[in-house]
């Protein structure tokens, strides 16, 4: 069992771009015998939902009456898991962390050597960082190209683009090119601050003299040994670089187009969802939307789900499936662990939408998992039919991230498995967070 909390600044940013093929091959679980578990209290006072759930291998899974819950808020500041009325909890109950002792949130704090939306740098050295987080004048960062201004750049239908060269640029070998192996000329540095939460494309066009582009991103202007995205080559003649990411509102990347030789370039930012928007833009990473940007309020400032439940153990069996209620935390601890769900489909909603996202400032990268200490999400996600047999597995919807994509079902039960992947680590450990969405 794993506790934390879903909310976070720059180190949940989520590209979209790695497409991973589908997994492999896994056994059917063997009929699970009958068993009958129960339902928890709710919370401020109603009646928790319970209910025989019938398992999708015949056994019939954890449900059976709902408790009563109390007036009095039974909320643990410092558990990791968002409780009514907690705007927050990070695993602590630390003061001056963002989240406070008591579990509300605070404002951005300059000089606690962390970036947070709305600052561009967090660093006690003055010389390199203000004590405002801005960037005294005369530096690298400080002379960043601001696609946020107006005047700078062109600005038509939520596509913003900005036209240079590299030509003359005394900017070369800044931080790390880790998609290339090509001789980099001269570059150029920008920033780009998110008006709101949601999903951006990044891409760069050379032109002229500039037969290729190279494209990097940082989330920290001060300490660019290793980008957060680099990308190199994304068309057929070589020469489109580009990626998609996830950044929340008042966040900050910085862009570095570089290239072979020196040239012009055309830098496009595109806007395609908004978190905050109301409208639930799966395609683009959002996991949720209810119409603002506030967090605590069950969808995070970053449209992922606010966790409110967490995983019961021990559910490692088809036999001991737990019911799922609504987004639940959960951890696959020790290595070769399952974690099995009972879903109902309710009447009237057939399709069936399932995600293990990261938590945490986790990410669904697979080549940071570990069997020896908790890591990326390298999950694979199996459907079973009430029968026993496969429904469908899990395939790539953002970042790596195994989901099961909207697909329709019958109404009734389900069970769903959630395991390591073992294309990539069979043996590796992971928290997740668990969203199921009936269409």
Same mark, same amino acid.
């Given at each position: ?18 497409a ?5 091959? +896994? ?7 009958? #068993? ?5 209290a &709710? $919370? ?17 899974? $954890?449900?059976?009456?709902?408790g009563?819950?109390? !007036? !009095? ?20 109950v630390?003061?001056? +962390? ?29 010389a ?13 960062? !400080?002379?960043?190209? +601001? ?6 750049? #062109?600005q =038509? ?8 060269t590299? =030509? ?12 290339? &192996? ?11 601050? %998110? ?6 494309? /990044? ?12 494209l ?12 957060? =995205?680099?990308? +190199? ?30 040239g012009? @370039?055309?830098?496009? =930012?595109?806007?395609? %969802? ?19 940007? !506030? ?6 400032? $970053? ?17 001991? %499936? ?22 109902t ?9 399932a ?13 940071? #998992?570990?069997s020896?200490?908790l890591?990326?999400?390298? *999950? ?35 069970l ?5 992947? *073992?294309? @990539? ?7 997740y967070?668990? /969203?199921?969405? @009936?269409?």
């Open positions: 069992m794993a506790t934390g909390n879903s909310r976070g600044a720059l180190g949940t940013l989520v590209a979209l771009i790695a991973l093929a589908s997994c492999g091959d +896994d056994e059917v679980p063997a009929p699970a015998a009958s #068993t009958t578990g129960q339902g928890g &709710a $919370q401020g006072g109603g009646a928790a939902q319970g209910g025989d759930g019938q398992g999708a291998d015949g056994g019939t899974g $954890q449900g059976g009456d709902g009563t819950g109390g !007036a !009095a808020s039974n909320a643990v500041c410092g558990n990791g898991v968002i409780e009514i009325p907690e705007k927050c909890d990070d695993k602590n630390t003061a001056g +962390d963002g989240c406070e002792s008591n579990c509300t949130l605070v404002e951005p704090v300059c000089g606690n050597s962390k970036i947070e939306p709305g600052e561009l740098c967090d660093d006690k050295n003055g390199l960082c203000t004590a405002q987080c801005t960037f005294p004048p005369g530096g690298i960062c !400080a002379g960043a190209v +601001d696609l946020n201004d107006p005047k700078v750049v #062109t =038509v239908k939520g596509v913003t683009s900005f036209k240079s590299t =030509v003359g640029s005394s900017l070369k070998a800044f931080g790390t090119a880790a998609c290339t &192996a090509k001789t980099l000329g001269p570059a150029r540095l920008h920033r780009f601050t %998110a008006p709101a939460s949601g999903a951006y494309t /990044f891409e760069t066009v050379p032109s002229g003299t500039l037969s290729d582009t190279v990097r991103a940082y989330l920290d202007c001060l300490a660019p040994a290793t980008p957060f =995205v680099c990308s +190199d080559d994304l068309d057929l003649i070589n020469s489109i670089s580009g990626f998609n990411a996830h950044v929340p509102k008042n966040s900050t990347l910085y862009l570095v187009v570089s290239g072979v030789g020196a012009t @370039y055309e830098l496009r =930012v595109t806007q395609h %969802a908004a978190c905050g928007d109301g409208v639930v833009a799966h395609p683009f990473g959002e996991l949720c939307d209810d119409g603002n940007d !506030a967090d605590g309020d069950g969808c995070s400032s $970053q449209c992922i789900p606010e966790l409110i439940a967490v995983e019961q153990e021990p559910n490692d069996t088809a036999k001991t %499936a737990s019911l799922y209620v609504h987004d639940t935390l959960a951890t696959v601890d020790p290595s070769g662990d399952a974690d099995y769900f009972v879903l489909v309710p009447a009237g909603k057939t399709k069936l939408t995600i293990a996202y990261p938590v945490f400032g986790g990410n669904c990268n697979f080549t940071k #998992t570990s020896t200490e890591a990326a999400v390298n *999950s694979e996600l199996t459907l079973f039919a009430a029968d026993g047999t496969t429904v469908i597995k899990s395939t790539s919807l953002f970042d790596g991230c195994d989901a099961l994509r909207p697909i329709d079902l019958t109404p009734g039960k389900h769903l498995r959630v395991r390591a992947n *073992s294309k @990539y680590c069979a043996t590796c450990r992971f928290e967070g668990l /969203f199921v969405e @009936y269409e």
